[in-house]
């Protein structure tokens, strides 16, 4: 009997402990449940496929872009609404819209814990494009 | 219900004549079927340097820096670290079963412009065993950057050294980033890839339109009234190390 506070004690600081990333998620401003504000293109109103479908797989069709663009060498993709897109990360996204990614992708990957891709090792952004333009 | 020996014997007599029967038909009704769709054309670009053309301007590098900025290639100063995908060496080194003593006084120490074969048989295809090099149908080796883990098999198979790694990020050794062509990452192989962008949107590679001189031809090797073709069926031109089997695509006109 004489042990009880020495218990209650304990179980209080493993339920603490244990029930951290919920206490901790909900006194950290920074974590909140409303999407993160992204910065939308200024001229461009509608993107290669609908908006649901971007925001839960752009990243497939990146990847499918990718694969038939180099391995199959096809280069055009015909859009939902009849348009033709290079399948280009540099010259159809990030030029011509996301031209900030940083405040596109990034702040979504942010929000969501997913790491930088690497696409951008090697794919050329729009600050590459910039400096490089004549 | 009891069946006799005879029977027994004439029913799966019938039988098996009616199954060669049927593989028969199928047989004929496929070859027809494929003698009814035309054989698929192959293309396979090719190459054909002028070497006499190609050395008429003394140290001219036309077509090596319009490679290089066409497809971002870095420039580094360490030779360790160097990336090529057209470049020259002394002609002793790149033919050196093809000279006598006398020629190589003249020869030797002449420029050769190199550059990858784009073999008909590519050894580095063989042995990337990630497939992320591999021969397209028109003939082109290619590598696929997202693939490639960086083994460096295919730089020990192919017998022209036309393939480098890049130990280093390159982005900090180019000049001026070409926004129309990805740079590559650390730990990929890179070479030259017969400007497959270019062709893709029906140009020609960008060291041959770079070239004044018109000393490099490149088409179509399969399409015998093809500009190349007519070239190679006029002057005498050689292969580099065509003894190996690869089928290099690219000739050189002495």
Redesign the interface.
Known sequence: MSDRPLILAGLTLFVGLVTTPIWHGALDRKTALTAPPIKLPAQEKQCVAPTSYMRSSHMRLLEDW?NEA??D?Q?QFVAFNGKTYDKNP??TCV?ACHTDRKEFCGRCHDYAGVSDP?CW????DSH??S???P | MKITRKDFLRLSGLGLLALAGKKAVRAVGERSFASSSPPKKRVRWGMAIDLQKCRQKDGCDRCIKACHSTHNVPQFADRAHEIKWIWKEPFKNVFPAAQTGYTREFFGELPVLLLCNHCDDPPCQDVCPVDATWKRDNGVVTIDFHRCIGCRYCMAACPYGARSFNWQDPRAAIAMVNPDFPTRTRGVVEKCNFCEERLARGQGPACAESCEEKAIVSGDLEKPDSEVRQVLRSRFAVQRKPELGTGPSVYYIV
């Open positions: 990718r180099v391995r060498g280069r540099t010259r030029t690497d090792n090697c794919h050329n590459q494009a400096r490089s333009a």
